[in-house]
């Protein structure tokens, strides 16, 4: 049987770029290479699309030399890449999509956008799916309208911060109390958050995040514990979802350096929880899931209150799969190991 050619698309414009690099070497590894024939292709930090030698390139960065560049046609009659080399190009069929691409410009429907035009199959949610929940105030007006709690928030536009700092402030301090959380509306892997405890953090908390984004959530905090499950399927697929990991983070908040850096960072899978909040985790994820139109996969975030509660923090339609990422694990955990994960996310890609 003739090989199935999967493009991976890893790196990316957006800050999460290094994330990209080490989900997709993850990946790639896992990749079943008697059935599938891989193209990799990186796109640095600048926006330009490159193709990876092996699988060493993309550990080491070497793909960034690379002096091939590659091109994914819109034209729907070629659903090709265009490589090109010291002036001569060719188009090189490709059956499936892998778009290992975290936050802003891959994960937020720009790519999937791209791949409808070129109707060439690919890995994860929708545009509609990866827009709404890459936007944290767009995804708050969806989970609102379920009824599952999550935290209080104030929504902030930059105009409206640099027209009136001292005002925002103080709607801020009227309706929550500190500390705070501020976050840029369009970002992942914590990239832009930041705890306030006080008037002054608050303001260094919203101009960084005005770098992120120009929408701001300032959120109440939430105290208990941080937990996530991982979602599978969708389409003639029926909705699975994991069970429940727990972050144990080194750090004040599950920043960026202590997800991926720090090494004193936890996670625990089937932590014990108060009551039936497992459970309830469980349907949660899998309603907002439904709710976002999600398909393929998602990791869906919540904290669960020492009384039980369970609120809701965040969708993720790529989460990442990095050695120590939660999605992975959670579902090796259900006796999904990785091989056999990566092998139905590509299988449900060609389904839809």
């Known amino acids: 049987m003739e090989k199935k050619r999967i493009a991976v698309l890893f790196g990316g414009q957006s800050s999460e ?10 990946v790639i590894g896992q990749i079943d290479q008697s059935r599938y024939e891989l193209l990799l292709i990186g796109i640095t930090e600048e926006g330009h699309w490159l193709k990876a030698d092996s699988l060493e390139a993309v550990r080491s960065g070497a793909w960034k030399e690379s002096t091939t560049e590659a091109i994914l046609s819109p034209d729907a009659t070629k659903q090709c890449v265009i490589l090109t ?8 069929p490709v059956d499936v999509v892998f778009p290992v691409l975290h936050g802003p410009y891959g994960e937020d429907g720009t790519v999937q956008g791209l791949l409808e035009l070129a ?3 690919y ?3 929708g ?10 105030l767009y995804t708050k007006g969806i989970v609102d309208r379920l009824g599952i709690r999550q935290a209080r928030y104030i929504p902030v536009m930059v105009w409206e911060l640099k027209k009136d ?4 402030v103080r709607q801020v301090e009227e309706q929550l109390s500190y500390p705070v959380f501020v976050k840029p509306s369009s970002a992942g892997s914590s990239r832009g958050i930041t705890k306030a405890g006080n008037r002054q953090e608050l303001l260094a908390g919203l101009k960084e995040a005005a770098g992120h984004d120009r929408k701001i959530l300032v959120e ?3 105290t208990g514990h941080e937990v996530e499950c991982a979602v599978l399927g969708g389409g003639q697929k029926p909705v699975e979802s994991s069970g429940v990991g727990e972050i144990l983070a080194a750090a004040e908040f599950y920043d960026y350096e202590a997800k991926y850096f720090n090494e004193d960072s936890r996670t625990v899978i089937g932590p014990e929880l108060p009551g039936d909040s497992a459970q309830q985790v469980r349907r949660a994820a899998e309603r907002i899931f439904n709710a976002v139109d999600g398909y393929g996969l998602a990791r869906v975030d919540f904290f669960v209150t020492r009384q039980g509660e369970v609120v809701f923090n965040e969708i ?5 799969f990095t050695a120590i990422s939660m999605y992975p694990m959670l579902w090796e955990a259900a006796g999904i190991p990785k091989d056999q994960l990566i092998d139905r996310l590509i299988s449900l890609a060609f389904e839809r």
């Open 165 to 168: 700092a001292d005002g925002v």
């Open 123 to 125: 890995v994860g949610c």
């Open 220 to 222: 109440e905090t939430i």
């Open 316 to 320: 993720n339609t790529l989460p990442g």
């Open 17 to 26: 770029h290094l994330v990209s690099c080490m989900s997709a070497a993850n």
């Open 85 to 92: 080399e010291k002036g001569s190009s060719r188009n090189v």
């Open 119 to 121: 109707r060439i199959p």
């Open 127 to 136: 545009v509609l799916a990866s827009a709404v929940s890459m936007d944290k």
